[in-house]
């Protein structure tokens, strides 16, 4: 496995960063993670892009242009031999003192790891409970910022481990439902399509917003609107989408049974959908 560390590939034992960095001592930076499908990266311009806001949010300059890091993650799936594969691109504050002040350090670390892997969660249906753990607000730490600071999923996660199902779903501090861990939500009732909106506490998903185009191409009313509880209990279909998940069925919530532990059409419509188009958006690896 080579991997590519500020400016050169090195071997996986060789890829080593300092323990001043300030992505190790204190969450400070930024990341992506991206998949290629048959030899495209899919939504790579998308993802550069939400990378260099994520940076720009947090006043984190990169010493690349994103023509250079498309060639980045690019070259990273060439030296790997890759054609199918996740990607993980990492861009940290850099090396500085203990003390917090960012303006120590003066240039950011930059790495990118790719490697084959299936869907996260699988292609079957998963069990999910709602924690106790609520999602940061707004005005505390934006989720839209996807920073290396996940204690926040982190903590959610151990709850779903304890409670031995598959995923946790956080709530926000009013008590709206508004993502997954790792992922975004969706909730069918009636043939609407639901998913929370924007401004709330979630994480803008590239996944989300291809299967929401999806969904309308398919005639699908898509609303984005606030979930509660009881609009997750009493969905006729729901399912979860990201990059790592790909497109998930959740068969059950807090041990309320959704659509009898089976796929419904819409998820599986779009799930074909999704299918079809992956290697069709993006950028090919030449």
């Known amino acids: 496995m080579k991997i590519y560390l500020n400016g050169k590939f090195v071997s996986k034992e060789e890829a080593k ?10 969450g400070d930076g930024v990341f992506e993670g991206i998949r290629a499908y048959d030899g495209v990266v899919f939504m790579l311009k998308e993802h550069i892009d939400r ?22 993650v690019i070259n990273t799936l060439k030296e790997n031999n890759l054609k199918d594969a996740y990607i993980r691109l990492v861009v940290t ?50 989720p ?57 506490s979630i994480l803008k998903g590239i996944t989300r917003d291809v299967v929401i185009e999806l969904a309308k191409e398919e005639g699908i009313e898509v609303r984005e609107v606030p979930l509660t509880l009881h609009d997750l209990y009493t969905a006729d279909e729901l399912f979860i989408t990201g ?22 059409e819409i998820t599986k419509k779009l799930r074909e959908k999704f299918k079809e188009i992956r290697t069709k958006r993006g950028i090919k690896i030449q």
């Open 51 to 72: 990378l260099y806001d994520s940076a720009k949010s947090i006043c984190l300059d990169i010493p690349l242009t994103k023509e250079e890091m498309i060639d980045v």
């Open 93 to 142: 504050r850099g090396v500085g003192d203990l003390g917090l002040d960012p303006r120590k350090c003066k240039e950011p670390t930059i790495f990118c790891i790719a490697v084959p892997m299936e869907p996260l969660l699988g292609e079957d249906g998963i069990r999910a409970i709602t924690v106790s753990v609520r999602r940061l607000p707004v005005d505390v730490l934006n």
């Open 243 to 264: 990059t790592a998940a790909e497109i998930v069925p959740v068969f059950e919530v807090d041990g309320r049974v959704i659509n009898n532990k089976k796929v419904g």
């Open 144 to 200: 839209a910022v996807k920073s290396l600071n996940y204690l926040n999923s982190i903590l959610a996660k151990i709850q779903a481990n304890y409670a031995n199902v598959d995923e946790a779903f956080l709530l926000d501090d009013k008590g709206f439902v508004v993502e997954g861990t790792g992922d975004n939500i969706f909730v069918v009732k009636n043939g609407v399509l639901k998913t929370p909106p924007e401004y709330q």
């Open 17 to 26: 960063i300092s323990v001043f960095d300030h992505g190790l001592l204190y």
